[in-house]
């Protein structure tokens, strides 16, 4: 259960960072029924976010292998 939360918060943290980055709000990046999804089903491929209830080809595309580097780091 302790892999999950920190799983969950480092995505939190990257959604954060990519946000501010971007100037944009932090839900753009990821909403939190997103990072919910991505810590159940901890995706290790960018084919795998198409199991993601609403994270389509266009965040897959701009933020899949981000998500995944932070995951492979947790």
Known sequence: IRILKYSFFSIAEFGLKKAREL?????YICHNS??????????V???D?????GFGNVR???YGEEILDVLMNV
């Open 60 to 62: 897959t595309d701009k």
């Open 23 to 27: 100037d944009v709000p932090s839900f």
């Open 34 to 43: 997103h990072l919910i999804s991505i810590t159940k089903f901890l995706p």
């Open 45 to 47: 491929s960018l084919k």
């Open 49 to 53: 976010f198409s199991e993601i209830k």
